[in-house]
């Protein structure tokens, strides 16, 4: 069986509060786009193994996906060998959840084969004690996560925008940013998600995106505003940082005017870095 497994923006991200058991508490606008890992899952295999064409992806435990195939043959009570292939497109460290992603498509792939034994809040839920974000990839519609980000209320407005991504290639830890973020400084009060993404197209309609986690991944990782400030050179109507870094997204009205600033940005050594870029579009 061979399934998609899509990368995700944050289209803002506000951090609300910090929780007694060190997790932080989140207001996000999440939504897929078309960059997305290639999944192949081969069944009925003695044990579960996994492949991936990324050397520093690991091969044990320690790769969600391998954990996902784990927790779906506990809850079922299926010998559920699998042996999964990642071909993955996603980078890593860059706030684009592309582990998360691996996680949920191998629950919904597994769950599918074998019959659907499990519902779809079984199926959250399980997402869920592997990571705050796998729960959105179940579904994988837009929607704004609360909570530590597993509580999602859809957000079915948006539209297929093109979107320039670009990865610094540097690799930034979560762990690292959230032990570095001062919440006195954060922007929560400054959310004004009703109005945020109604989509008037007007030159003020993107300049509100905003990610709280940026400032500090960026005292982590120059490059993140240097990315930010060539995408709003190159006519995007908005750019922030996703995630926890490092990858920034840009977002633009028509397919030609995100051609033209790919054209004019890919390929292009910066620093003593290339940039991956990548032309791709939201997933409503």
């Not at 400054?190 to 905003?210: S, Y």
Request: proline share 6%; aromatic share 8%.
């Amino acid at each position: 069986m061979e399934i998609q497994s899509p990368a995700k923006i944050n289209l803002y991200l506000a951090v609300t509060g910090r929780r007694p058991d060190g997790y932080h508490t989140l207001n996000t606008l999440m939504c897929c786009i078309g960059l997305a890992d290639t999944i192949r899952l081969t069944f009925d295999q003695k044990k579960i193994s996994v492949r991936c064409n990324y050397p520093d992806v690991p091969a044990d435990d320690a790769n969600l996906a391998v954990r996902a195939a784990r927790r779906f043959s506990e809850i079922t009570g299926i010998d559920a060998g699998v042996h999964i292939d990642i071909e993955k497109r996603i980078p890593l460290g860059a706030g684009l959840g592309g582990g998360s992603s691996n996680a949920a498509a191998v629950l919904n792939a597994m769950n599918a084969f074998h019959g659907f034994p499990v519902s779809r809040e079984t199926l959250l839920s399980v997402g869920k004690s592997i990571g705050a974000d796998v729960p959105f990839f179940i579904d994988g519609k837009p929607a704004v996560a609360t909570g530590i980000g597993d509580i999602l209320t859809p957000c079915p407005c948006l539209e297929a925008l093109p979107v320039l991504l670009i990865y610094p290639s540097v690799s930034i830890s979560t762990a690292d940013v959230y032990k570095n973020l001062n919440l006195t400084l954060t922007k929560t009060k400054k959310i004004h998600t009703k109005n945020l993404f109604k989509w008037n197209r007007g030159p003020d309609a993107f300049r509100e995106l905003f990610n709280d986690l940026e400032p500090v991944a960026s005292a982590m990782c120059p490059e993140i505003q240097k990315a930010k400030s060539c995408l709003l050179r190159h006519d995007a109507m908005g750019a922030v940082m996703t995630g926890s870094g490092s990858a920034v997204f840009g977002l633009y009205g028509t397919i030609d005017d995100a051609q033209k600033a790919y054209t004019a940005i890919a390929g292009n050594i910066y620093g003593n870095r290339m940039w991956q870029v990548h032309l791709t579009h939201l997933v409503p």
